[in-house]
């Protein structure tokens, strides 16, 4: 005789825990490498349930030094995505692993970076990464100069978490970041405006054999170092770091917890990286496997 064995469910004590859940709002990167599209992969790989909300759709432009041609997502779209997901995953969703951790990535413009804003305030996250993309290769100088001050005006002081890289770190902070001690300087700065914890990436951009951060949320400065994997920048580790925090937080990690496991995934999968025919490579977030 043959007989069937049901499939666990919730109710049965066999079945497997919920995930963690964690939201991106972020741009769709056409090649992989970065945006959205990396931010699953890095949510996946770290055993996190990843949801994705569309802000706009960039795509490099071979025809063009591969600067990016840039579409925004519809406002009322955007809103409505973000609806959606806190329905089925917000406190009142009934859902059994709720939704309080989300990472913010590439909004692209004051309108969008106004609809994201009024929909975090309302979902009040516990855990509000912010990867302050502060500037579009190839966008014009005036609106991404828009899009910088409205990002800091109203995303910034909702961050609980924010991974600049050394461009953006510079902005933030008003300071020009020239080694490891002007770099400490902007992440205390940062974290002086914010009251957000920073990890400000030296990455290549710093002399030296190390590829270093800075972490800083108020108490002791923590400096997270590796060793360097080539000298030139892959596509997709900022967002991957930002990303592989905000799973880290999802799970019950504290913040310094989340940069140090952020730090080595980003490292393996800077390692492993994936080459194609773009004058770029880009990070691998299976590289840790």
Not at 1 to 19: C, I, Q, R, Y
Not at 61 to 86: C, G, M, S, Y
Not at 117 to 133: E, I, K, S
Not at 137 to 161: M, N, S, V, Y
Request: proline share 6%; with cysteine.
């Amino acid at each position: 005789m043959t007989s069937t064995v049901d499939s666990p469910t919730a109710d049965t004590p066999d079945a497997v825990s919920a995930p963690a859940v964690a939201l991106t709002i972020a741009g769709s990167e056409a090649t992989g490498g970065a945006g959205a599209q990396a931010d699953l992969k890095t949510f996946q790989e770290l055993g996190v349930f990843g949801i994705a909300n569309l802000t706009c759709i960039v795509s490099f432009d071979p025809k063009d030094n591969w600067n990016h041609r840039f579409v925004p997502v519809d406002q009322q779209v955007i809103a409505d995505q973000l609806e959606a997901t806190t329905a089925a995953y917000g406190p009142a969703s009934g859902a059994p692993s709720v939704l309080d951790t989300v990472k913010i990535g590439m909004l692209g413009s004051p309108a969008t970076i106004s609809t994201v804003a009024t929909a975090l305030a309302a979902a009040a996250f516990t855990n509000v990464v912010l990867d302050p993309v502060l500037i579009c290769k190839g966008q014009e100088p005036g609106h991404a100069r828009d899009t910088d001050q409205a990002l800091k005006a109203q995303i910034l002081p909702l961050a609980t978490f924010v991974t600049p890289n050394h461009f953006e770190a510079e902005s933030l902070s008003g300071l020009r970041i020239t080694d490891l001690e002007s770099l400490k300087a902007a992440a205390v700065r940062i974290h002086e405006l914010s009251g957000a914890a920073v990890l400000a990436k030296g990455g290549v951009r710093l002399a030296g054999p190390d590829a270093v951060d800075v972490y800083y949320d108020g108490g002791p400065l923590e400096v997270l170092s590796a060793p360097k994997v080539g000298e030139v920048a892959v596509s997709g580790a900022g967002c991957s770091l930002a990303a592989a925090v905000t799973a880290e937080l999802a799970k019950g990690a504290t913040p310094l917890a989340a940069a140090r496991t952020a730090k080595a995934f980003v490292t393996a999968g800077i390692r492993n990286r994936v080459a194609s025919g773009a004058p770029f490579d880009a990070l691998w977030q299976g590289g840790p496997r």
